[in-house]
């Protein structure tokens, strides 16, 4: 079993930064693909970014120049750096997790794993 706790969800203005973080447990070694998946209410998920193993990014183009994804396998964090926000950036930000080594495309909103999200609200 795998557990993934995100946090840094909060209430910026238009133009700000954030910095979300999720921390893994269990059995980690098992996964090979980490990303982030948003989701607003009445609205379908959306894949934001994914990292493998070898550090290889895919971003979603709404996001792609303005947010960076990230991990510390030492301390089993995944991150996700977001500048220049804006209000079509208000979602529940999902951390997800895959078994697969290769992660698959940015699009994909499925995932093995995943936490309980954390809120974002950005504001004009």
């Known amino acids: 079993q795998v557990q993934l706790v995100e946090s840094g969800g909060a209430s910026v203005q238009a133009g700000g930064s954030l910095k979300l973080s999720c921390t893994a447990s269990?059995?980690?070694?098992?996964?090979?693909?980490w990303g982030w998946i948003r989701q607003v209410p009445g609205k379908g998920r959306e894949g934001v970014a994914n990292?493998?193993?070898?550090?290889?990014?895919n971003y979603a183009d709404s996001v792609k120049g303005r947010f960076t994804i990230s991990k510390d396998n030492a301390d089993n964090t995944l991150y996700l750096n977001m500048n220049s926000l804006s209000p079509e950036d208000t979602a529940r930000y999902y951390c997800v997790a895959h078994f697969s080594s290769a992660c698959p495309r940015v699009e994909y909103v499925g995932a093995n794993y995943w936490g309980q999200g954390t809120q974002v609200i950005v504001s004009s």
């Open positions: 990292i493998d193993e070898s550090n290889n990014t």
């Open positions: 269990g059995y980690t070694n098992t996964l090979h693909c």
